[in-house]
């Protein structure tokens, strides 16, 4: 497995002393899909400097182009994901995180069929981009405290088998995870659709060793599972190479089955 952290390039040099292999950083900070090309170059152009890599981003819709609900705009959503793609690609982005958690919550009142439809036509729309860009696109489950929709393995794994397209598959996020006593069975289950992982403890969503929490059963089931892919701690970081090591080594610990 490699191993990374969710956070922007002025986080690089801390993480690559630690021994990580790459950063995460968000669509918005690093692909700018509503800002012009010189900015998105700009970008482009930092992270090259670092020579870290970034292959995978994440917070891929904003909070206020909705997914769901009465305000979908496709043509609006169509757009945002055809220039997150294509500089995706430009950047040598492999993989974008689809959380976004206020963007795809169901608003109340509103048919949950009918969101499960839209969903699922945004899904649709959006594979076919991600995937003329060589793009694959993973889908997060949240906890029920941040989302109402996708908030399990299996539920998104379900969305995944209905889209069936290969660049549109599957996150499992620790932190979710054990918020919720979600299933280990699960991610055996579906261990077909994984391509990417966050990581943070519970409850107060450090980096693993900061406080105790059981994330040696997930990792082992990721074991279980033949995942050999990434895996990003996705909280609040210690700020000391020393800690951040102290990190890795102890999820490299669990990597037995």
Not at 115 to 120: C, I, K, P
Request: hydrophobic share 40%; proline share 6%; with cysteine.
């Amino acid at each position: 497995m490699q191993f990374g952290i969710c956070g922007g390039p002025e986080l690089a040099g801390l993480v690559e002393k630690a021994g990580y292999d790459y950063f995460e950083w968000s669509v918005g900070g690093y692909l700018k899909p509503r800002e012009d090309e010189t900015c998105f170059n700009q970008a482009l152009e930092d992270v090259r400097k670092i020579g870290l890599p970034c292959p995978v981003v994440n917070v891929f819709i904003p909070a206020d182009l909705k997914v769901t609900g009465p305000s979908v705009n496709r043509e609006a959503l169509e757009s945002y994901g055809a220039t997150a793609c294509r500089r995706a690609h430009k950047a040598g982005v492999q993989v974008i995180v689809l959380g976004s958690g206020a963007a795809r919550r169901i608003p109340d009142g509103f048919d949950r069929a009918q969101a499960w439809e839209q969903l699922l036509a945004f899904s649709r729309m959006l594979a076919p981009v991600a995937y003329a860009q060589g793009v694959t696109v993973a889908v997060e489950p949240l906890n029920r405290a941040e989302c109402n929709v996708l908030n399990t393995v299996d539920e998104c794994a379900r969305l995944v088998r209905q889209v069936n397209h290969p660049a549109f598959r599957l996150l499992v996020d620790g932190y979710h995870f054990l918020r919720d006593g979600d299933s280990l069975d699960d991610i055996l289950a579906n261990r077909d659709l994984l391509v990417h992982v966050h990581v943070a403890t519970i409850p107060n969503r450090l980096a693993p060793g900061m406080e105790p929490c059981a994330l040696e059963p997930f990792f082992q089931t990721l074991v279980r599972s033949g995942y050999d892919g990434r895996v990003s701690i996705e909280g609040t970081l210690p700020t000391s190479a020393s800690d951040l090591a102290n990190s890795l080594a102890l999820m490299k610990s669990w990597l037995v089955d």
